[in-house]
């Protein structure tokens, strides 16, 4: 018996950078992950209220939000979510 995949909301406005995620994940393990993309805070909280999710990957630099109140806002919604925070900022 197979093994579900593990499914992640992958938050990040940047293409190139959900990309390059999408494509570590996929190089190390590529039949363990779901990967859901959104580009928005207000989409990744709706997706969280109607799917299932495993844990979310998270740039805290969005359109609609930023920084702690991102996080704040994502754990609120789903208290008991794994958050991973994703970042390339040197500060």
Request: aromatic letters at 2%; proline letters at 7%.
């Amino acid at each position: 018996m197979t093994a579900a995949p593990i499914r992640l909301l992958l938050l990040e406005d940047n293409p190139g950078d959900a990309q390059l995620v999408q494509a570590a994940l996929a190089e190390h393990a590529p039949a363990e992950y779901s990967v859901v993309c959104a580009e928005r805070l207000a989409d990744a909280l709706a997706r969280i209220q109607t799917e299932r999710f495993d844990a979310v990957l998270c740039d805290l630099g969005l359109p609609d939000s930023t920084g702690l109140a991102t996080a704040q806002a994502i754990t609120a919604q789903a208290p008991a979510l794994p958050l991973v925070v994703l970042t390339g900022s040197n500060d």
